[in-house]
């Protein structure tokens, strides 16, 4: 069996049939209910990012095999970046934007998501960028889990305007630092996700919203609880959380 020797390096047109080819087996090996987590990008698609000038694009290989794949985007101020939506208080040449990540699926938890969004935040961008964020599908969980790894949190849950799927918003500062939260066991909640959290995912999309408009972001994955931790943001008034908690479970029939 050959030894792995993973490499990481930035992608370029001469890479565009190893970009089709990652793309086209992880679709290969996803349930039909599944493949709306993947962008289905054409090869004009993938050269505008590994020809572009403000969208690149990250692979990481096993020997000469492409396993996993990013592109990330360095807008700058006066054009059209994606996301327009989230963060738009923020100047676009302070952006990192994290686009579509592919992980082949014989790789899996082998962290190579979140060694790609290192990667680029220490090496891929100048010190003007702030902030990094994502926008990930509400019902892939384990993108959205790996991202709270990278120590982003969940700031806004909300329909994708462009086509209406339910998505999660991430962001964090760059250089590694988390965002600040207090660490108050009276401001934080612990949300248990079950062994099976695609069956909860219509419920946790709606709980993540109540919380957010209540001031919590989401922080952090508890393994062993297997419970995600919202932690309520400094800026935000306080307000009596387990009363309005519990009036938000009686109207929307938790359990």
């Known amino acids: 069996m050959q030894k792995k020797l993973l490499t990481i390096k930035k992608l ?3 890479n565009l049939e190893d ?3 990652l ?8 349930h039909p209910d599944e493949q709306h987590f993947i962008l289905h990008r054409t090869k004009s698609d993938y050269m505008k990012s590994l020809n ?4 690149h694009m990250l692979g990481i290989f096993d020997n000469d095999n492409l396993i996993a794949q990013m592109v990330y985007s360095l807008p700058q101020n006066g ?4 996301m327009p939506e989230y963060k738009s208080n923020i100047p676009n040449n302070e952006l990192l934007i994290f686009e579509a990540i592919l992980v082949d699926p014989a790789y899996r ?9 290192e990667h680029i935040e220490k090496h891929e961008i100048d010190e003007n960028r702030k902030y990094s964020i994502i926008q990930i599908a509400v019902d892939n969980p384990a993108s959205w889990i790996n991202a709270l790894h990278h120590n982003m949190q969940i700031t806004k849950v909300d329909l994708d305007p462009s ?3 339910k998505v999660i918003y991430l962001e964090k500062p760059i250089k590694n630092k988390p965002l600040p939260t ?6 934080s909640y612990s949300m248990f996700l079950g062994n099976n959290i695609h069956q909860k995912i219509p419920s946790l999309f709606m709980k993540m919203q109540h919380l957010i408009s209540r001031g919590y972001h989401g922080v952090s994955l508890n393994k062993e609880t297997q419970s995600l931790i919202w932690e309520k943001q400094e800026h935000q008034n306080t307000y009596n959380f387990d009363f309005a908690l519990e009036t938000y479970k009686r109207k929307a029939n938790f359990k």
């Open 79 to 82: 054009e059209q970046r994606d």
């Open 182 to 187: 207090i660490q108050d066991n009276k401001k």
């Open 52 to 55: 572009g000038s403000s969208s």
């Open 12 to 14: 370029n047109a001469s």
């Open 109 to 117: 938890g082998s962290s190579l998501m979140k060694k790609m969004l």
């Open 19 to 21: 970009v089709m080819g």
């Open 163 to 165: 086509d209406g799927v």
């Open 23 to 30: 793309q086209d087996r992880i679709i290969s090996n996803l």
